[in-house]
């Protein structure tokens, strides 16, 4: 194998419920402590206990936080998915393993290193607590691995320090299963390996965390006060971080009372109930859930488009249908948010690729969605939500008010004629509302999910129907204007041929187009931010012969999308698409493009033959 610093990927195999989980974030924040890029990936099962559970970490020097294809060095101590690790080894790569036990004949490989480390055994003679046994044998193949990648065991020690402060018997046990995992590698094995670490300073200023903590913490420096939810994976630690937060800045400091509203709901359906309710007297109010909820949610989220009562949802995506695989990622409920609730509906989706976009675009998603009067959904997925992710600090400007939209307050009523609430005054679709018992005989009007006419009064008049859903549809082309615009890569095209992107898969399709650029192949790219889409979206496609539009779900629903709102012919738009519950690999983008790049070519060739 060739030399390489900073440049490779290591993958730790263990069993759900062992306490490996901190031994493995301990090893990847050690590297960011080194100052060099690390993107961790925690792959766990859906039940507590007893089923295989993995935890990648990619370092690159370069900056690339997308998923690669292959594992350098395998940390394998669970039987139960040692022969699947075996072969996910790249050949030349390290298989780490629990030699305790003799590893079977079945895995091993020709063209693979093995380093057995009898972890248990060593564990069981130094330390007598059985619990603690089985967590400090995790810290013994971190201490291997700080001696064979060069990694720097004072980062390790401090962060133990953090870990444990007050706690010197867990300090003092840790460093000595450090020790053990070191000293058995300098009498064992030939280190470094080839691929190790060394100290840089390229993540300067930035963070490590989490889509779903920037997620709590942007609404309440959006100004939510009331939050209603019902627990479901992998949504529900936004849910904590808002709380988590409002403890800390939703107390009055002088009474200790709580401005803040947390509650536990029934079910999704009533959450969002609770969330309409609350917006609807004046709050700022929202929910966090995943595809099952917002199935569950259709009804109510059909009534505050159709009302026009802002509201706010999380949506953190998981693999589906129904229950689906509750612990993998993926993007698959872009038709079910964008469209959500029988009817003709359409809603705001903001499409947030890292956790600064999660605390950026949940903030703005109380202003949009009281500007807008409708329902905004935030849509993360399990990747962004709930794996730490480098990312630059949060900022905010503590001069920024809050738009609270067109509401008409007592004095403003008194000027008023007669009140309509759904009447398009200023030709823009958005009409004017009161929160209520703002005056004493103005204002007031029905709240309904039925037909009503431009001063709330009910009708089944056609004319009266059609004229209010005409108005949604030019509050629609408002909301264009308003939601954050796509990122162009590019002042200028270079290429016929053009990239899309939006969410967790824009790292590995930054990447994939500069691997495409290594082949002699020129993409030019664009990522949205945001449903409806801006004109930018609509130029960038019509600017381009093949557009590849690359999203992670078995049915390109982000390229369905772009054909009911743009009517592009289909033929223009090639999906490029992931479905695994793994989060999309560069490698994989790369060769789905290569390899429709070459079949195009090949047919345009047997044209031209046929042609001439």
């Known amino acids: 194998m060739s030399q390489s610093i900073n440049d490779f990927i290591v993958r730790f195999a263990n069993v759900n419920g062992t306490g490996s989980a901190s031994a493995n974030y301990l090893f990847a924040k050690a590297i960011f402590r080194m100052g060099i890029p690390v993107t961790p990936k925690n792959i766990f099962p859906s039940n507590i206990q007893g089923l295989p559970t993995w935890y990648e970490v990619r370092v690159s020097e370069k900056g690339y936080l997308g998923r690669r294809e292959g594992i350098d060095l395998m940390v394998s101590v669970n039987p139960q998915s040692m022969a699947q690790d075996v072969k996910n080894v790249k050949p ?130 959006g100004g939510a006060t009331v939050m209603a939810w019902y627990p479901i994976t992998p949504s529900t630690s936004v849910a904590e971080a808002f709380e988590k937060y409002c403890e800390e800045y939703r107390i009055d400091p002088e009474t200790g009372e709580k401005r803040f509203a947390i509650v536990q709901a029934e079910d999704e359906l009533a959450a969002m109930g609770m969330v309409i309710g ?42 589906g249908p129904s229950t689906g695989m509750p612990t993998r990622t993926q993007q698959p409920d872009l038709m079910l948010a964008a469209y959500a609730s029988h009817g003709d509906t359409k809603h705001v989706l903001l499409l947030p690729s890292t956790p600064k976009e999660c605390f950026e675009m949940t903030a703005k998603s109380f202003d949009l969605a009281e500007r807008l009067q409708t329902p905004i959904m935030v849509m993360t997925d399990l990747d962004l939500g709930m794996n730490d992710h480098i990312s630059d600090p949060f900022e905010w400007n503590d001069k920024r008010k809050y738009d609270r939209g067109k509401v008409l307050n007592a004095e403003e009523l008194e000027h008023v004629g007669r009140f309509g609430r759904y009447l398009d005054v200023d030709g823009d679709g958005i009409p004017f509302r009161t929160y209520p018992g703002t005056h004493p005989t103005k204002g007031a009007f029905f709240t309904r999910g039925t037909s009503r006419d431009e001063y709330a009064a009910y009708t089944e008049d056609g004319a009266a129907y059609k004229r209010n859903m005409d108005r949604l549809m030019v509050k629609w082309e408002t909301a264009k204007k308003i939601v954050p615009s796509a990122q162009l890569y590019q002042k200028k095209y270079q290429s016929p041929y053009g990239i899309l992107f939006f969410g967790t898969s824009t790292f590995s399709s930054e990447e994939a187009k500069e691997l495409l650029q290594e082949k002699g192949i020129e993409v030019d790219a664009i990522r949205i931010k945001a449903f409806p889409f801006g004109a930018e979206v609509l130029e960038f496609v019509h600017s381009h012969e093949l557009v590849f539009v690359i999203e992670q779900n078995r049915d390109a629903q982000m390229r369905s999308m772009m054909m009911i709102e743009m009517e592009t012919n289909p033929a223009k738009l090639i999906p490029v698409l992931n479905y695994d519950g793994m989060p999309i690999t560069a490698d994989a983008i790369k060769n789905q493009i290569t390899n429709h790049l070459q079949q195009f070519k090949n047919l345009n060739h047997e044209l031209s033959k046929t042609t001439v």
């Open 92 to 221: 030349g790569g390290y298989f780490m393993y629990d030699s305790t036990k003799k590893l079977p004949d079945p895995y091993i490989r020709e063209d693979i290193h093995y380093l057995g480390i009898p972890m248990m055994e060593m564990s069981n003679q130094a330390f007598s607590d059985p619990r603690k046994r089985q967590l400090l044998k995790n810290i013994i193949y971190v201490g291997a691995l700080a001696k064979l990648i060069n990694l720097d065991i004072v980062e390790v020690e401090k962060l133990i320090g953090e870990q444990f402060e007050g706690k010197a018997s867990l300090i003092e046990a840790n460093h000595i299963a450090l020790k053990l995992g070191m000293e058995f590698v300098e009498s064992n094995f030939d280190f470094p390996l080839p691929f190790r670490l060394e100290r840089k300073n390229l993540v300067k200023g930035k963070i490590l965390v989490d889509g779903n903590t920037a997620c709590g913490l942007g609404a309440v420096y």
């Open 278 to 319: 609350a917006n609807w007297n004046g709050a700022r109010a929202f929910t966090a859930t995943s595809g099952p909820g917002v199935s569950l949610m259709n009804e109510f989220l059909g009534l505050a488009y159709f009302a026009e009562v802002p509201a706010v949802l999380v949506d953190v995506q998981r693999a």
